[in-house]
């Protein structure tokens, strides 16, 4: 197979151990031997592989491909034993930032805000997010779906996975912004991917091409199921469970005011239907000098109205985190500054204080909420501490409202350096916990839940009394409130003989429980070999079944990363789980 790969590969190919090694990996807590490891000098290297794959997959049945961007994936995405595909190491490269005329998005959900875009970058999929986003700061602009792996992910991953991250509350996810994608279809060919109009769709059906096919097909897929797909799409903000159906037409006032988007169907796939090459993203102006303020709650009683209330306040993001991860941080405050240097280190312990008294007290609240403003648009709260009366642009005087009305806690936060220390517990204090846990791994299996926020104050506790029953795992909860997606990664011991019945037992009741309250199994971590044996408790059989059916329609020789989306058993993902002697993976 190497050999024969070689006669057209332009890039680099690789089958040592140590390359097997790593690519069996991502941040999941599986493990698969790839046969293959190929370095993707450019689209064409791409295309010609995939028409080679057409034809040897006579003599190699088992063969598939699998693209992977940087390996930040923690559902076991981009896992595959055939041929791994890697785009960082030459398909990254940025190719413009422009400012654009002001347009506007369609709004997300109902009752969410249109937004409007002043940019749009084109990039290859192998482009680190970083790098991508230090090119269009400067020149004012964000991509605004980023993840809190936002400094090592990259934007092939962003698009596979549908992700979003503190700032999706307002701004959305990585599906609002994707204007444009190219992509190798199952034929071999590079073609683009755009929102069509319902007579340039009609143009494109009637052509003779894979990509007209694919389009005659999804679209009749979707006029004749459409009740169907309607009646499944998930009531939350924030889905990337399954293809995401419900999301390919836009309806206008008239019919010809209709807009097909296949690459609503195409971002959020992991890879399934094809080989995403370059995208052209929407971007957004900058954020300036945000302002966050932190509100205590010490229970969970009234959670959902409180939550809602603080929302219509429109915050730019809205984050969480539990009493477990706040004492976490606590215990190991020095590891959490280390990095500062001397003097930053000193002044961030000091501002620990209030925090050191506020746990000899006994009085540590069970959620922190983390509620952060465009700082442009309120007044100096700090050395104007009184209300702004009858001020739109006053939402911190809003929320001190609210605050008053529950009788919680808040506190406005002074500077850049006290705000660091609130999102350092929230971003950082897991990874503390796996560092000082000998012999123990993070298990991804039941880490991206998302519930109507209504439900909140009746959810958590019962998801927090179905994890506790297991004293084995060690765990925190910590999430995006205003969306209700919540984060939980448990610490487990991998050589546990218990552990693949506890990831069965329990993921099975959790996502019951999801689906109990109406939400989503996944909110923007992805399907992968960890959920998609589970979308079952989510959708109906005839959606599944709609679900192979896109699956077929794309890749009827099933070339395209297997097992995810569609024809994964939890018998195979558990069959996968890490070895105990696996290194931790980065």
């Known amino acids: 197979m190497k050999d024969e790969i070689k006669k057209f590969w332009k890039g680099d190919i690789d089958d040592s151990p140590e390359a097997l090694a790593k690519y069996s990996r991502d941040a999941s807590m599986f493990a698969i031997t790839p046969a293959l490891v190929v370095y993707s000098r ?43 595909i890697d785009v960082t190491r030459y398909m990254n490269r940025i190719i413009s930032i422009n400012q654009t005329p002001p347009e506007a998005l369609l709004p997300r959900f109902p009752g969410a805000a249109a937004l409007e875009t002043s940019g749009e970058g084109i990039a290859e999929v192998g482009c680190f997010y970083r790098d991508f986003e ?59 991917i755009r929102p069509l109009p319902r007579r340039e769709l009609m143009k494109v059906i009637n052509e003779q091409s894979l ?10 897929l979707i006029e004749d199921h459409g009740a169907i797909i309607e009646s499944a799409r998930p009531h939350v903000t924030k889905n990337s469970a399954g293809y995401y159906l419900w999301n390919v037409w836009s309806r206008g006032v008239t019919p010809d005011e209709d807009i097909f988007d296949l690459g609503k169907l195409f971002v959020g796939s992991q890879g399934t239907l094809g080989i995403a090459t370059k995208a052209t993203f929407r971007l957004v102006k900058n954020i300036v000098a945000p302002k966050l303020v932190v509100v205590f709650v010490n229970d969970y009683q009234n959670l959902g109205e409180i939550v809602s209330e603080i929302e219509q306040t429109k915050p730019l993001s809205f984050e969480s985190y539990d009493d477990k991860t706040f004492k976490l941080a606590m215990k190991f405050f020095k590891d959490l500054v280390k990095s500062k240097g001397l003097w930053g280190t000193l002044k961030m312990g000091l501002s620990f204080l209030p925090e050191f008294f506020m746990v000899l007290r ?43 009305k529950w009788n919680l806690r808040m506190h406005i936060v002074e500077d850049e350096r006290e705000a660091e220390k609130y999102w350092a517990m929230r971003r950082d204090s897991f990874a503390l916990l796996r560092k000082h846990a000998e012999h123990m791994r993070t298990a991804p299996f039941i880490d991206d839940v998302i519930v109507p926020i209504e439900h909140m104050s009746t959810f958590l506790p019962e998801l927090n009394a179905l994890v506790a029953a297991y004293p084995s795992l060690i765990y925190t909860i910590a999430g995006h409130a205003g969306n209700g997606n919540f984060h939980i990664i448990p610490l487990v011991d991998p050589a546990d003989p218990k552990l693949p019945e506890i990831v069965r037992v329990l993921s099975q009741d959790v996502y019951k429980l999801v689906v109990k309250y ?69």
Request: charged share 20%.
């Open 42 to 84: 450019d689209a064409k290297d791409i295309s010609e592989l995939v028409k080679w794959a057409n034809v040897a997959k006579r003599d190699y049945p088992n063969l598939s491909l699998t693209v992977r961007s940087a390996g930040t994936d923690m559902s076991g995405g981009p896992l595959n034993d055939s041929i791994i």
């Open 134 to 192: 230090t090119a269009t700061l400067a020149k004012g602009l964000l991509l605004p779906a980023y993840t809190a792996s936002k400094s090592i992910n990259a934007l092939g991953g962003m698009i596979g996975n549908n992700s979003g991250g503190e700032l999706a509350l307002r701004y959305g996810k990585t599906e609002d912004y994707v204007k444009e994608l190219s992509v190798v279809l199952s034929d071999g060919y590079e073609y683009s």
């Open 211 to 220: 990509l007209g096919n694919i389009y005659k097909g999804i679209y009749e």
């Open 362 to 404: 006994g009085g540590v609240p069970k959620l922190f909420l983390l509620v952060e403003y465009d700082g442009s648009v309120i007044p100096d709260l700090i050395r104007n501490p009184e209300p702004v009366l009858n001020s739109i642009q006053d939402p911190i005087s809003k929320l001190r409202d609210i605050c008053s």
């Open 518 to 586: 109406g939400g989503s199994i996944t909110a923007e971590h992805n399907d992968g070999l960890i959920r998609t044996p589970f979308l079952s408790y989510q959708y109906s059989p005839e959606i599944i079944k709609l679900f192979e059916q896109v699956k077929t329609i794309f890749d009827p020789a099933s070339i395209f990363n297997p097992h995810k989306k569609v024809g994964c058993t939890l018998d195979y993902s558990l069959s996968h789980l890490q070895p105990s002697d696996t290194p931790h993976s980065s």
